[in-house]
């Protein structure tokens, strides 16, 4: 089975077994996840927000250009990383998800790393972030890659973790911009010194 055959077993596997019913119910569609199925890094932001719910595809709207234009200031195309979210389906009306709901996609998201096996995952945000991070504050963390073992097919893997600020946070706070781009730029050198 290839990687992308399994990350769509895993897919009709989260529909087959009605995660997060009420989430499911209200939202246009499971956003699962896009991207390089083999790629070395590994974007994960919350939960898609109303123009990822209508396209299916994560990252799409306004943050999604400036997530590009960030990949672009560190020489890296959007094809050749793999994004997905912690919950896969658009909370209504773009609220932050609940505990319970990150819960219940917490052991898909797991396996989707297991089957991607990225050399570093950026998590975009303090909630993707301090969800494998829990002591994070994205302030002081940012841009600092930290390793942390995860379990992961029944078995400890180490990973490293590059918590990264949400893009959005650069539309809000034009400050942010330029730490962001720094940020994004130390991604290449990861992937180079953990290969």
């Known amino acids: 089975m290839t990687v992308q055959e399994e990350l769509d077993k895993l897919e009709q596997t989260i529909l087959d077994n009605n995660v997060c019913p009420e989430l499911h119910a209200q939202a246009t569609q499971l956003v699962f996840g896009s991207g390089n199925p083999e790629a070395d890094v590994m974007f994960i932001g919350e939960a898609p927000g109303k123009n ?62 297991a089957i991607i096996k990225p050399k570093v995952i950026a998590t ?38 590059l918590p990264l600020y949400h893009p959005a946070a650069a539309l809000y706070n034009g400050g942010l911009r330029q730490t962001l781009i720094d940020d994004f730029k130390i991604v290449p050198q990861i992937i180079k010194e953990n290969s």
Do not use: C
Not at 131 to 147: N, Y
């Open 124 to 161: 975009l945000g303090k909630h993707s972030g301090k969800a494998l991070i829990p002591d994070l504050v994205i302030s002081e963390d940012h841009g600092q890659p930290k390793k942390l073992k995860v379990m992961l097919n029944g078995k400890e893997e180490e990973i490293i973790i």
């Open 52 to 113: 990822e719910d209508l396209s299916g595809e994560p990252f799409v709207g306004a943050a999604g250009k400036f997530l590009d234009e960030m990949l672009g200031h560190a020489n890296i195309k959007r094809p050749d990383v793999y994004i997905t979210n912690i919950v896969k389906y658009r909370p209504p009306d773009n609220r932050d998800p609940k505990t319970e709901e990150k819960a219940e996609f917490w052991p898909y998201l797991l396996k989707q790393i």
